[in-house]
């Protein structure tokens, strides 16, 4: 039998991924968003507003759901802190409110390796070790960081005071088709690969190395944790199947697009120059999830949904949500 899913967020980079791969496997999907659209036939749009309590509760007013995953957040630091504390804490709380007043069997937010302190604008700082594991300290340093750092130590509260079935999962940088939301700058890598002629990576250098997540192996571990109860009150890194350094980046691009010069300097990047990586072994362990798709896969299936005129779609096409969820 089919479980309602509702996905917060859904219009987004992450969020649009989770819904489509839902309804792939015949769920029955929901999506709520502050403005109106649609996404597809078999996803059924809610337009409320996560940071508007009655709002809320007039949209999602007696709706029930199986999970909630929770992707909205604003995908980056705006500048304003009050509205990164309305949106990412206040609308996150608002949320965790709803699915403890209706009963959920399961609530999955996203968070971000950021959390750790990793955030392209900050400075960076080397890990303590390699590859990072999900009990590495966490000394977030501005306020993109740290809201995403507290929107878990909100959700962890809810479970433990509330027995809210919720976890986290910190998404690194998420590559794939689309480009909206957090993952504008993903669009902008696919024109230039239309183009043929350059592309940058977000690499300093050749030699860094960074770690990266395919948008399929998100929405596919998003899904894992909102079915297993193994999941509960755990936070879990949101990784590929392994690090990247700029060399196998350009290397996955020029197999695909012979001739075309790939370029390093990318307006951000994770490592700064420098290197990091991510331990995925709790996932595997836990909920038996364990990453896909390389960076090549990746680069493949942007390279589909060029040839299949997805770079045609609407250019101000923007997240209708509050972002695609993090780093993305």
């Given at each position: 039998?089919a479980?309602?899913h ?9 969020g649009r991924a989770?819904?489509?791969q ?6 029955e ?5 502050r403005?109106d ?13 996560i940071?508007?309590a009655?709002d809320?509760?007039?949209a999602l007013?007696?709706k029930?759901f ?6 909205a957040?604003?995908p ?8 990164m504390?309305?949106?990412?804490l206040v609308?996150?709380?608002?949320m ?9 069997d399961g609530f999955?937010?996203s968070?971000?390796?950021s ?5 392209p ?9 390699e590859?990072?594991d999900?009990a590495?300290p966490?000394r977030?340093?501005d306020?993109?960081a740290?809201s995403?750092r507290m929107?878990e130590?909100l959700?962890?509260t809810f479970?433990?005071?509330?027995e809210l079935?919720?976890?986290s999962?910190?998404l690194?940088?998420?590559?794939g088709?689309?480009g909206?939301?957090g993952?504008?700058g993903w669009r902008?890598f696919a024109?230039k690969?239309a183009?043929?002629k350059?592309?940058?990576?977000p690499?300093?250098?050749?030699e860094e190395?960074?770690h990266?997540?395919?948008?399929r192996d998100?929405?596919?571990m998003h899904i894992?944790a909102?079915a297993?109860?193994k ?7 949101c ?10 980046f350009a290397?996955a691009?020029?197999?695909h697009?012979p ?8 307006p951000?990047s994770?490592?700064q ?8 072994s709790k ?5 038996d999830?364990?990453?896909q798709?390389?960076?090549e896969?990746?680069?493949?299936a ?5 040839d299949?005129g ?8 923007e997240d ?8 993305n």
């Amino acid at each position: 039998m089919a479980r309602r899913h509702l996905v917060v967020g859904g219009s987004g980079y992450v969020g649009r991924a989770l819904c489509l791969q839902l309804a792939e496997q015949g769920e029955e999907v929901a999506t709520l968003n502050r403005s109106d659209g649609d996404i597809d036939d078999r996803i059924e749009w809610i337009q409320g507003d996560i940071t508007d309590a009655g709002d809320l509760k007039r949209a999602l007013a007696d709706k029930k759901f199986n999970v909630i995953y929770h992707v909205a957040s604003l995908p980056g630091d705006t500048g304003d802190p009050l509205q990164m504390v309305e949106v990412n804490l206040v609308g996150l709380t608002n949320m965790l409110n709803f699915a403890r007043e209706s009963g959920v069997d399961g609530f999955v937010h996203s968070s971000s390796i950021s959390a750790y302190e990793w955030y392209p604008a900050t400075k960076f700082s080397a890990p303590d070790y390699e590859p990072v594991d999900e009990a590495h300290p966490c000394r977030p340093r501005d306020m993109y960081a740290s809201s995403k750092r507290m929107q878990e130590i909100l959700a962890m509260t809810f479970y433990h005071q509330y027995e809210l079935p919720v976890s986290s999962l910190r998404l690194t940088a998420v590559v794939g088709p689309g480009g909206r939301g957090g993952g504008r700058g993903w669009r902008e890598f696919a024109e230039k690969l239309a183009e043929g002629k350059s592309v940058q990576i977000p690499h300093f250098s050749l030699e860094e190395v960074c770690h990266y997540v395919d948008s399929r192996d998100v929405a596919g571990m998003h899904i894992a944790a909102g079915a297993h109860e193994k999941a509960h009150g755990e936070i879990f890194n949101c990784c590929g199947p392994g690090e990247t350094s700029g060399d196998d980046f350009a290397q996955a691009i020029q197999k695909h697009y012979p001739g075309i010069e790939v370029e390093t300097g990318f307006p951000w990047s994770m490592a700064q120059g420098g290197r990091i990586s991510f331990d995925m072994s709790k996932a595997a362990r836990l909920i038996d999830f364990r990453p896909q798709f390389t960076v090549e896969d990746s680069v493949l299936a942007i390279k589909a949904w060029i040839d299949s005129g997805g770079l045609d779609e609407d250019r101000s096409a923007e997240d209708k949500a509050y972002g695609g969820g993090v780093e993305n």
